[in-house]
């Protein structure tokens, strides 16, 4: 029997921005839109959060009917109000993962161990790991069979350091996302702050900021298509 495509899309689970008194979470636009390029090219979408249960949203706009679409979804709201834990997953059910960003995934998505393990089984059974603005969070410690970081030596993107500082998020984050994919062995590539922009090294893709979602997506489906 022929198995359903699918792809999942890692979400965080931590709702606090540092010690601003600022909530924080999964940036909407930034599942909505790729679930969208994902189930228009047919594949099936499930979610994933690094504690599992309902978790914290950032960046809604109701004003965008892909957003309105993606919550009124009977699927997508049936697993927003009860995600399951990384631990819960089966790496073999999946084509590829996307880690979305929003701040909330600078607390969570680097030290998930579980979630990790998740990517590299889906990266070394030939799938796709792709991760858009504070999503490659994620990659920085996912280390594959042979030892090595997924990252060392890959060209990549990820919201950079000077779109932290733009933000005015430098001093509350608890790292620099590009300092620590640089240090990990990747080639950061970034583009000008909060322009659209999408790196593929492989079966590798990275988006540098919320701009970069649907063209992350895209170069999704086209690589697994390759």
């Given amino acids: 029997m022929t198995r359903i495509s699918k792809i999942l899309i890692a ?3 931590h709702d606090r921005l540092g010690d601003t008194g600022r909530s924080t979470g999964f940036y909407l636009p930034e599942a909505a ?5 994902f189930t228009d090219a047919g594949y099936d979408v499930d979610l994933v959060s690094v504690r599992g249960g309902k978790p914290p949203v950032d ?18 709201a049936a697993q927003l109000a009860a995600t399951p834990r990384p631990q819960d997953i089966d790496a073999a059910d999946y084509d590829a993962i996307l880690y979305v960003g929003g701040h909330g995934t600078m607390w969570d998505f680097a030290d998930d161990q579980v979630l990790a393990g ?3 089984d889906i990266y070394e059974a030939d799938g796709v790991v792709a991760a858009v603005c504070h999503g490659p969070a994620g990659l920085v410690n996912i280390v594959l ?11 990549v993107t990820a919201f950079t350091n000077g779109e932290e500082a733009a933000v005015g998020l430098t001093d509350v984050v608890p790292f620099l996302l590009q300092s620590v994919l640089e240090e990990r062995g990747a080639k950061h590539i970034g583009a000008p702050n909060f322009e659209a922009h999408v790196v593929v090294d492989g079966r590798l893709v990275t988006g ?7 063209g992350v997506a895209e170069a999704v489906v086209k690589t697994l298509a390759a």
């Fill in 145 to 155: 069979s042979d030892g090595t970081h997924l990252v060392d030596g890959k060209n």
């Fill in 11 to 13: 979400l965080t689970s």
């Fill in 208 to 214: 540098q900021n919320p701009a970069s979602a649907t």
């Fill in 118 to 120: 998740l990517a590299r």
């Fill in 33 to 37: 839109h790729p679930w969208k390029v």
């Fill in 59 to 76: 960046g809604a706009d109701t004003s965008d009917p892909i957003q309105r679409a993606f919550l009124d979804d009977a699927k997508i």
